[in-house]
């Protein structure tokens, strides 16, 4: 199976993020809230959750797994997808321009 496009979400897209350097659960959740500028904070529940949907759609790997930590990777696959929803979420910015004129109605 592999992941079929389409809105991201906040949860896999900050996981993505965070494995464009390889990473462990715990190290991986802490990834998160930096790269999330502590938006968001992951508990184990969710992490493991969408770990496992994500490696099912071939967007990670278990690159390592010495008994007592899993250590993951994006894959290129995952990375053209994380680069798509990038894209994706660049283009609603940029058509959101609107909202910057402030209101101007009479």
Known sequence: MS???GPMTEAMYYV????MRP???Y???QSITEVSNGRLKMGPGTLYG???R???DDL???SKDDGRRKTYEITSEGERALRIEYERLKSLIIDSALLEEGEKHD
């Open 23 to 25: 990473n462990h659960g």
């Open 27 to 29: 190290q991986l959740m």
């Open 16 to 19: 993505l993020l965070a494995l």
């Open 60 to 62: 990670i790997v278990l």
């Open 3 to 5: 992941y079929n496009g």
């Open 54 to 56: 994500m490696q099912k």
């Open 50 to 52: 969408v770990l496992s």
